[in-house]
């Protein structure tokens, strides 16, 4: 089944909707216009936004100078910050190149740099590197160093940590997540304390980007154990525990300006409920997933906002070729036509999402998108026919709400499939561990993809030969 891509065309709401000023909005509200402002939203774009919530054309502009000069002030420093993700467990890891879960890319942004940082239009930028480039058939690229940046530690920051990083990803040893994404990667090399060349088996226009994904985060030349490791980033580690919490305590030495807040405690709720109830009562200041039919409820919170964004991710039913029933094609064809997308996106996403047809690439990769591809519609007399040629009459299926509205999705599925007279019978299974007990190791289970920065990407780390996941 293709995944229900998560996106939200709503910023922020204005709940004075008689002439606000910057004043009336709530501060979950002035902290979304300033994120806007700050992610490079155009004045007219942050006005668009304000007049489809309701305010006039006149109190757009008011609010939108006010937010400006706020974005301006000189920020306070001090308060403890704490996240919750929706899923953790034994796996969790600080090592930058294993990293598979939404809260370890947290740990990683905050400890770790890349050598580039990607844009929202799938750009770079340098981070690390303060210039790079390639040459004229993209088979050798130059990265030359940022002087002067120093790991938590106190050592400085050169070439050493470069090649030792970029080595971990590629060869027949490596283990990294990654590995496929560097496959045509024939050397890395120390130019000079603070030049490094990667020297391309074939053209490779897309290194910049590639480099710039959580996984080849720069760890610290010699680094074997990460229970407690260095970076550059501007948290550094006070605690961690795999399965039960982080703790990063801001780096004072850090070579870019911030960060404000003094700690950052990141966790995971597992239970949705109890991780909204969190929210809402202040016991916790950020959350990830929110389940779509609780939309409604924040919004009508007093200082809390929803921050939501076009993206690429996705999520569906996945299931295993290797095995039973996956790899019977007309079982696989049956449940693609059972499935009921647009009532996915209407009533269990609630409007946030798109159909996914059971393809990766959505309108968020640009011209990578297929807009023309026609969209698989239910079609029960056609799931019918190839749920009896394949022979099968049951199936069970491993459900972790490991995406907004996943469990919910796989019972609608089971319902539609009662009806083709597939008994399919729904485990759910803990969100803890899902990762590493139950992802790719069952028949039938459910998958969830961040959005990566080009449609080639993706394709390679999930449906490559060779893809780790």
């Known amino acids: 089944m293709g995944g229900s891509t998560q996106m939200n065309k709503r910023l922020f709401g204005i709940r004075d909707h008689s002439q606000p000023g910057y004043d009336d909005l709530s501060n979950s509200d002035k902290g979304l216009l300033k994120i806007a402002l700050k992610r490079g939203a155009s004045r007219r ?20 100078t006010s937010a400006t000069k706020a974005l301006a002030a000189t920020p306070k420093k001090g308060g403890k910050l704490k996240f919750a993700s929706d899923l953790h467990g034994p796996s969790d890891t600080l090592d930058p190149g294993l990293n598979t879960s939404t809260i370890d890319y947290v740990r990683g942004r905050a400890m770790y740099n890349s050598l580039c940082q990607i844009n929202d239009d799938l750009t770079t930028r340098p981070e690390l590197a303060e210039e790079y480039g390639a040459n004229k058939d993209f088979t050798e690229w130059t990265f030359k160093l940022r002087k002067g940046v120093k790991f938590h530690d106190g050592s400085p920051f050169t070439a050493d940590d470069v090649v030792y990083t970029m080595k971990r990803h590629y060869g027949d040893k490596s283990t990294s997540k ?20 990667a020297i391309m088996k074939s053209p490779n226009a897309d290194l910049p980007v590639i480099l710039g994904t959580p ?26 525990k795999p399965g039960v919490r982080a703790i990063h305590v801001r780096n004072d030495d850090y070579w870019r300006d911030g960060p404000n807040v ?8 597992t239970d949705k409920v109890a991780r909204l109830s969190a929210l809402l009562s202040g016991d916790i200041d950020l959350m990830q997933a929110l389940d779509p039919k609780a939309i409604k409820k924040v919004e009508k919170t007093d200082g809390v906002g929803i921050w939501s964004v076009p ?9 295993m070729t290797n095995t039973s029933p996956g790899s019977n094609p007309d079982f696989v064809r049956a449940l693609q ?25 959505n309108v968020a990769y640009g011209a990578d998108h297929c807009g023309e591809l026609p969209q698989r519609e239910r079609d029960l007399d056609k799931a019918k026919f190839y749920l009896k040629k394949s022979g099968i009459t049951a199936a069970e299926l491993n459900v972790a709400e490991v ?39 069952t028949p039938l289970n459910v998958v969830t993809w961040n959005m990566r920065p080009t449609a ?9 030969p060779d893809a780790p996941w």
Request: glycine share 10%; aromatic share 8%; charged share 20%.
């Open 45 to 64: 774009e942050v006005m668009g936004m304000l007049i489809a919530g309701g305010a006039t054309s006149a109190a757009a502009g008011s609010i939108v």
């Open 178 to 197: 990654a590995k496929p994404l560097v496959a045509d990667v024939k050397e890395w090399k120390k130019v000079d304390s603070h030049t490094v060349k």
């Open 215 to 240: 996984h080849f985060k720069i760890i610290k030349n010699g680094t074997t154990s990460f229970q407690s490791p260095v970076g550059t980033g501007p948290f550094k580690l006070k605690e961690f």
């Open 262 to 269: 003094d700690e950052i405690e990141s966790f995971a709720i």
């Open 311 to 319: 993206s690429g991710a996705y999520f569906g039913i996945c299931a």
């Open 337 to 361: 036509y059972i499935q009921r997308r647009k009532k996915i996106v209407k009533s269990i996403l609630k409007g946030q999402g798109t159909t996914g047809n059971d393809h990766p690439i």
């Open 403 to 441: 995406a907004p509205g996943m469990t919910d999705i796989c019972l609608l599925a089971q319902r539609e499939a009662q009806k083709i007279g597939l008994d399919l019978k729904i485990k759910k299974v803990p969100n803890d561990g899902y990762w590493g007990a139950v992802w790719m190791k």
């Open 456 to 464: 080639n990407v993706m394709m390679t780390l999930a449906f490559a």
